[in-house]
């Protein structure tokens, strides 16, 4: 038998709320990875080509990351529902302006308007997602979020790509619109949270900023989301022994992939809140680095494939929840704020991915990718453990005296 779980449960209105702020995260994510499978679609209706038309998510991914840190700075003082709902209003306007654009540039302009809606409801979001439980519930809370946001993956972008086949890629942004709008009206009805931080200078809220621990759990979250983007940017080429080139197959290791991702931002929540977030981190990193370093093996048939993408999608999702944990611990008040900045870590990883996956390419077999992937997690890790022994040495220190 297990032992009981020492922490008080999650009060049934707390649940519903973070239901709610996931259901909203489901709808961000879907419009961030609808884009990719719909791009022949629009690059065809638009008359332009496909790498043009990928600069729609580029588009996106960097309004997103560069906004983020300061829309979160410059809003700490609303109250958080105020904030939550004028994000998901600026991403329904946007969507809704995609879905009736009628040029090239006028859907970029509205991909770029929606990043700065998702910039300004993520973050916050996270943060009242910890917010509505205990500290001793923050894990799982937060683990919530990111069932929302993978589910995307498994859920949300495969629907997405069949209406966009069957009836049109702007039916796909009207749908999103439609969901967040509803999030939006319900978050008007049911939560009232308060400000993050009311009558304090921007100076104060800044001030985790000059902990070495937020700025290594912020390099290390670049460079491990760095290492696992290389590989999820060129996927299908990783994979084509597997696949066969076979669209339906790549969809089933994708699914796999965000099947378990649910699983695993569920799991690390709970061993987050018992163990705590270095422990998951460590755990997390390690079973990434073996998963990567034999994927040039475990990608050239489909049982391995297979067994390698669920290892993936339950420690990538995994290593999320505990990174964003350990932010919030530093700073509660500033949690806005450092889940921006976090989110800028991922993003920068996502467009640094696909440069030094091009560079790479040129030198090694696209099947000995994730290899590069290896070195960044590796590196990461070293961070990491590096961070964390050099804070165990003042501890010491008083110990001994």
């Given at each position: 038998?297990t032992?009981?779980?020492?922490?008080?449960?999650?009060?049934?209105?707390?649940?519903?709320?973070?239901?709610?702020?996931?259901?909203g995260?489901?709808?961000?994510?879907?419009?961030?990875?609808?884009?990719?499978?719909l791009?022949?679609h629009?690059?065809?209706?638009?008359?332009?080509?496909?790498?043009?038309?990928?600069?729609?998510?580029t588009?996106?991914?960097?309004?997103?990351?560069?906004?983020?840190?300061?829309?979160?700075?410059?809003?700490?003082?609303?109250?958080?529902?105020?904030?939550?709902?004028?994000?998901?209003?600026?991403?329904?306007?946007?969507?809704?302006?995609?879905?009736?654009?009628?040029s090239?540039?006028a859907?970029?302009?509205?991909?770029?308007?929606?990043?700065?809606?998702?910039?300004?409801f993520?973050?916050?979001?996270?943060?009242?997602?910890?917010?509505?439980?205990?500290?001793?519930?923050?894990?799982?809370?937060?683990?919530?979020?990111?069932?929302?946001?993978?589910?995307?993956?498994?859920?949300?972008s495969?629907?997405?790509?069949?209406?966009?086949?069957?009836?049109?890629?702007?039916?796909?942004?009207?749908?999103?619109?439609?969901?967040a709008?509803?999030v939006?009206?319900?978050?008007?009805?049911?939560?009232?949270?308060?400000?993050?931080?009311?009558?304090?200078?921007v100076?104060?809220?800044?001030?985790?900023?000059?902990?070495?621990?937020?700025?290594?759990?912020?390099?290390?979250?670049?460079?491990?989301?760095?290492g696992?983007?290389?590989?999820?940017?060129?996927?299908?080429?990783?994979?084509d022994?597997?696949t066969?080139?076979?669209?339906?197959?790549?969809?089933?290791?994708?699914?796999?992939?965000?099947?378990?991702g649910?699983?695993?931002?569920?799991?690390?929540?709970?061993?987050?809140?018992?163990?705590?977030?270095?422990?998951?981190?460590?755990?997390?990193?390690?079973?990434l680095?073996?998963?990567?370093?034999?994927?040039?093996?475990?990608?050239?048939?489909?049982?391995?494939?297979?067994?390698?993408?669920?290892?993936?999608?339950?420690?990538?999702?995994?290593?999320?929840?505990?990174?964003?944990?350990?932010l919030?611990?530093?700073?509660?008040q500033?949690?806005?704020?450092?889940?921006?900045?976090?989110?800028?870590?991922?993003?920068?990883?996502t467009?640094?991915?696909?440069?030094?996956?091009?560079?790479?390419?040129?030198v090694?077999?696209?099947?000995?990718?994730?290899?590069v992937?290896?070195?960044?997690i590796?590196?990461?890790?070293?961070?990491?453990?590096?961070?964390?022994?050099?804070r165990?040495?003042?501890?010491?220190?008083?110990?001994?005296?």
């Amino acid at each position: 038998m297990t032992p009981a779980d020492p922490t008080p449960a999650v009060a049934p209105a707390a649940r519903s709320r973070l239901v709610l702020l996931a259901t909203g995260m489901f709808a961000i994510g879907t419009d961030s990875f609808v884009i990719a499978p719909l791009l022949s679609h629009i690059a065809h209706d638009l008359d332009v080509g496909i790498a043009a038309a990928a600069q729609l998510i580029t588009a996106y991914a960097l309004a997103y990351a560069v906004s983020s840190p300061f829309i979160a700075t410059v809003t700490a003082h609303w109250r958080r529902e105020r904030a939550l709902v004028a994000g998901l209003a600026i991403f329904v306007l946007a969507n809704a302006c995609a879905a009736s654009a009628m040029s090239f540039a006028a859907i970029l302009a509205a991909r770029a308007f929606a990043g700065l809606g998702a910039a300004l409801f993520a973050p916050v979001a996270s943060a009242s997602a910890a917010g509505l439980v205990s500290p001793a519930r923050r894990g799982r809370a937060l683990s919530i979020m990111m069932i929302g946001l993978s589910s995307a993956t498994a859920l949300g972008s495969p629907l997405g790509t069949l209406i966009g086949t069957f009836l049109s890629w702007r039916a796909v942004f009207l749908l999103v619109a439609a969901l967040a709008a509803l999030v939006a009206v319900a978050i008007l009805l049911a939560i009232r949270i308060g400000a993050e931080s009311n009558g304090v200078p921007v100076s104060e809220r800044l001030r985790p900023l000059r902990e070495p621990s937020v700025l290594t759990t912020l390099l290390v979250t670049f460079l491990v989301l760095t290492g696992l983007y290389i590989s999820y940017t060129y996927i299908t080429v990783i994979f084509d022994r597997a696949t066969g080139h076979d669209g339906a197959c790549m969809a089933i290791l994708q699914s796999i992939w965000g099947f378990a991702g649910i699983a695993g931002a569920t799991m690390a929540g709970r061993l987050t809140d018992r163990w705590g977030s270095g422990a998951v981190v460590r755990v997390m990193l390690v079973l990434l680095l073996l998963d990567f370093a034999l994927m040039p093996w475990t990608s050239a048939h489909r049982d391995s494939a297979a067994a390698a993408m669920l290892v993936w999608g339950i420690c990538g999702w995994g290593f999320v929840v505990p990174q964003q944990h350990r932010l919030i611990d530093k700073a509660p008040q500033s949690a806005a704020i450092l889940l921006a900045l976090y989110t800028m870590a991922v993003y920068g990883g996502t467009s640094a991915s696909g440069v030094i996956g091009a560079l790479a390419l040129q030198v090694i077999n696209p099947h000995r990718l994730p290899l590069v992937g290896v070195g960044l997690i590796l590196s990461g890790l070293l961070v990491d453990e590096f961070a964390r022994r050099r804070r165990k040495r003042p501890s010491l220190a008083i110990r001994g005296a």
